[in-house]
């Protein structure tokens, strides 16, 4: 069928122009190319954007969004790129607007145990800058070094360090947000309590941008804790065996700022990476770290490790090794990635519930012939089950398909969500009324018709 548009590209374009004053709209096809697709999530819902604006202010946010509402233009919000679930991938003829140059640290008060920032600052730069004043910044993604707090808090990014400090939700008292309409209001504040109005701040929180464009965010900073730190490993028979023990020191009063999982199939997929000899040791491995590694809860450590019977513990107060135990974990995913087709899955359910999920993955993986490796952050229920198959198959193979769908209703059988720390993106947004009901399905929709009447922000993601 002809569709007889109203206006031309470049129609649309030179509009953009007149309103993006301060940052550059790029065009060019590479351009395009490497904003539109990710390196490891290209999806029929994800297409070519029309422009690439490069914001440096407020104003070309607004700007941008002036251009989208008259041509109905779908905007999709970018800070550093690092989504697994195909959210910030481009649509066709979309504006990817990237706030990735808005990246200045504007304030860092001890006093007020705080830091305002603005979208684009990289996590880890910003826990670097703080801890030179005795600070640090808590949630620790496995993207710490390369993601934006902007995209942390569009995503509530969760990590290592959520047993204890919680996820990015835990740590923002405030947010700026220009909404669709191009205005730019603020929510929250600078106080570490506030029940005045509906708390709008925890909308935009894990909205995925649907809602409004975050130009400016405040966050929680805490003082860097007295003693030393310790770090351990442990082995178990089992993800099952080790999923009990993590149970029993979750809530023994140790207060672990870790609790890291990983399976036999993922050691051993370590060794190989890292040259290293883990898995002759055991089956499943847990990392744990304590911020104050004191003799009391040592001992607590020690003897749930071994009622749990735990072999080959080993512990260090020495930092290098400890950094060598943290690069181990976030080396998971290279380990297992390489050389094969994947998908990696992001499912929480509440800790009695841990082991169940464990057995029924490692039972499924039997049943349906796929190769799973399971590995997570133990400590919050929270659980990373990658599926892979030879990179010669370049379609996704239908087992692998109905594996995913079968851990995603046991997940919710359990009482669980199906994303955990992930986000929801275009992968998983047909779920809303299997995990959320019928009713809050409809309510999602309305709240973002209430924000967002015209759909121009990041449509179809977060729900369908």
Known sequence: MTVFRPFSNNEVLSDLQANVTDGRILTDSDTLNQFSFSKNLTDDDSGLAMAVIEAHSVKDIQGTLKTARKFHIPVVPQDQATSTVIGSDGIENSFILSTAKMNQIKEISRADSLAVVEPGVINGDLDKEVRKQGMFYAPDPGSKPISGIG?????NAGGMSTVKYGATKDNVLGVKVVLADGREIKL?????????????????????????IVTEVTVKLLPIPLGTPVMGLAFFDNMTELSKAVAAIRISGVYPTMLEALDSNTVIALDKYEGTHYASDNGAMLIFKLDNGTQEAMDVINKLLNDHNADHIQVTQDATEQAALE?????MLPAIFTGNQHIMEDMAVPLSQLAPLMDYIQDLSKELGVKIYTAGHAGDGNVHPSIVWPESVKETPDTVIIAL?????????????????????????QWNNAELGEDVDQLQHQIKDLFDPMNVLNPKRKID
């Open 327 to 331: 690069k181990l974990r976030q080396d």
């Open 188 to 212: 929250g504040g600078r106080t570490l309590k506030q029940a005045f109005g509906y708390d709008l701040t925890q909308l935009i929180v894990g909205s995925e941008g649907t809602l409004g």
């Open 151 to 155: 995209g942390n808090v569009n995503t």
């Open 405 to 429: 769908q079968k851990m995603f209703k046991k997940t919710l059988e359990l009482g669980g969500t199906i994303s955990g720390e992930h986000a929801v993106g275009m992968l998983k947004n």
